[in-house]
């Protein structure tokens, strides 16, 4: 079958690597970058358009909330050929000294929701490509950006009793912050046999009001927009990145 079911996408409209916002938006935001760009289709969750970038040709695909949509666009991304994805985020910290607008490059993930969970039992580990989430760390030192690197959590819920608990027990393990899809992400790429690896902006610093925050960003509160232009400058600088050194290994 040519035609994905969900993302609405043909092998046609694949590009070799794709950049995975959640946000729907985020997709528009990020279409400033690129020269011709072609609008391919917006169905449930799922916008996605594709352009070049310094000459290299590029999927941008939001992909919801939650690891069960991101499982989605992998599993069918991964179908019409794309062989790179990289996600640009939003996480909450986990860890004092974390500011708004500075990114989390995912070098783990705890699997703490259920999407990765039914496909692996959870001994396999969540991690990106090691090649790729080097070209991240080189990217965001050449272009200046803020960043940290370290484990992050996945999860299911934010309303539960439990949410301050549960982020003071894994920000005493050392984790850095939490979001819903990088877990599902890293595990389903991983099994799939694709280059994965994920950007996060804080977009909620630890011990500060979530809400209050997160209403901030919606509202483009100045350092969280600036992750986000980060964010999205540094993945399309990372592919960039693997091209020339692919070109060279040819």
């Given at each position: 079958?040519?035609?994905?079911?969900?993302?609405?996408?043909?092998?046609?409209?694949?590009?070799?690597?794709?950049?995975?916002?959640?946000?729907?938006?985020?997709?528009?935001?990020?279409?400033?970058?690129?020269?011709?760009?072609?609008?391919?289709?917006?169905?449930?969750?799922?916008?996605?358009?594709?352009?070049?970038?310094?000459?290299?040709?590029?999927?941008?695909?939001?992909?919801?909330?939650?690891?069960?949509?991101?499982?989605?666009?992998?599993?069918?991304?991964?179908?019409?050929?794309?062989?790179?994805?990289?996600?640009?985020?939003?996480?909450?910290?986990?860890?004092?000294?974390?500011?708004?607008?500075?990114?989390?490059?995912?070098?783990?993930?705890?699997?703490?929701?259920?999407?990765?969970?039914?496909?692996?039992?959870?001994?396999?580990?969540?991690?990106?490509?090691?090649?790729?989430?080097?070209?991240?760390?080189e990217t965001a030192k050449e272009c200046g950006i803020a960043y940290h690197v370290g484990k992050v959590r996945s999860h299911d819920t934010f309303y539960t009793e439990r949410e301050e608990e549960i982020s003071r027990y894994w920000s005493d393990k050392g984790i850095l912050g939490?979001?819903?899809?990088?877990?599902?992400?890293?595990?389903?790429?991983?099994?799939?046999?694709?280059?994965?690896?994920?950007?996060?902006?804080?977009?909620?610093?630890?011990?500060?009001?979530?809400?209050?925050?997160?209403?901030?960003?919606?509202?483009?509160?100045?350092?969280?927009?600036?992750?986000?232009?980060?964010?999205?400058?540094?993945?399309?600088?990372?592919?960039?990145?693997?091209?020339?050194?692919?070109?060279?290994?040819?």
């Amino acid at each position: 079958m040519d035609m994905q079911p969900h993302i609405r996408c043909r092998k046609e409209d694949a590009a070799k690597y794709a950049i995975l916002p959640g946000d729907p938006q985020r997709v528009e935001r990020a279409e400033k970058y690129l020269e011709d760009v072609k609008e391919i289709v917006f169905n449930r969750e799922y916008k996605s358009i594709t352009g070049y970038y310094k000459g290299i040709r590029i999927l941008v695909m939001s992909t919801g909330m939650g690891g069960v949509s991101v499982g989605i666009a992998v599993e069918e991304l991964k179908n019409i050929g794309v062989e790179t994805m990289i996600r640009i985020g939003s996480c909450g910290a986990l860890q004092k000294g974390i500011r708004l607008g500075e990114l989390i490059i995912a070098n783990g993930a705890v699997r703490d929701e259920g999407t990765s969970k039914a496909y692996v039992e959870s001994v396999y580990p969540a991690i990106p490509d090691t090649e790729l989430l080097f070209d991240m760390i080189e990217t965001a030192k050449e272009c200046g950006i803020a960043y940290h690197v370290g484990k992050v959590r996945s999860h299911d819920t934010f309303y539960t009793e439990r949410e301050e608990e549960i982020s003071r027990y894994w920000s005493d393990k050392g984790i850095l912050g939490a979001d819903m899809e990088t877990a599902a992400l890293f595990v389903i790429g991983g099994l799939r046999g694709v280059k994965t690896a994920s950007i996060l902006n804080t977009v909620n610093e630890y011990d500060m009001d979530v809400a209050e925050n997160i209403n901030n960003y919606v509202n483009g509160e100045e350092q969280t927009a600036q992750g986000e232009r980060d964010e999205i400058l540094m993945a399309f600088e990372t592919c960039v990145r693997m091209e020339q050194k692919g070109d060279q290994n040819r």
